[in-house]
């Protein structure tokens, strides 16, 4: 689930809400997602922008500059509708000094990874109703 980009609104990645992911997953630096993966979020091989103000006053690059390969500052099991999945949440910061923490649910069995880059209030609410098939 997306949320349609306006300006403004925090983007990691290209998305600005939950990104959902399912099969052959990428994690850190396009290497297979698994969960506790130190910086898993972070499916990119080179600088990203800033999830705000990706150009600086000055004019020069504000990417993201730590994070991206650092382990969970926080681990365990969260439920996403009926089922139970391996939450991970990391912290990281671009340079212009803005911090954000990106979270992720995965269902290892399912092969599906919840990712919130950005740590959207409503994230976890919106995880507990989802449903499944069968």
Same mark, same amino acid.
């Given at each position: ?6 300006? =403004?609104?925090?983007?990691?990645? $290209? ?15 396009? +290497? #297979?997602? &698994?969960? +506790?993966? #130190? ?11 800033? #999830? ?10 504000? $990417?993201?500059?730590? =994070?991206?390969?650092? #382990? ?5 099991? +969260? ?5 139970? &999945? ?6 990281? &910061?671009? &340079? ?14 399912? +092969? ?6 950005? =740590? ?13 098939? =069968?």
């Amino acid at each position: 689930m997306q949320p349609v980009h306006r300006a =403004g609104l925090p983007t990691v990645l $290209g998305c600005a809400g939950i990104a959902v992911k399912s099969g052959a997953i990428a994690g850190n630096e396009l +290497r #297979p997602y &698994a969960a +506790r993966q #130190p910086g898993g979020w972070y499916a990119a091989a080179d600088v990203q922008p800033c #999830p705000v103000r990706p150009t600086l006053a000055d004019g020069s690059f504000n $990417g993201i500059t730590s =994070g991206t390969s650092s #382990p969970p500052v926080e681990s365990g099991l +969260r439920p996403v509708g009926d089922r139970t &999945a391996a939450y991970d949440r990391w912290t990281a &910061a671009c &340079a212009s000094g803005y911090g954000f923490s990106p979270q992720a649910w995965y269902l290892p069995v399912s +092969r599906v990874l919840f990712l919130d880059y950005t =740590g959207h209030a409503e994230t976890t609410r919106v995880l507990e109703s989802v449903r499944f098939p =069968g």
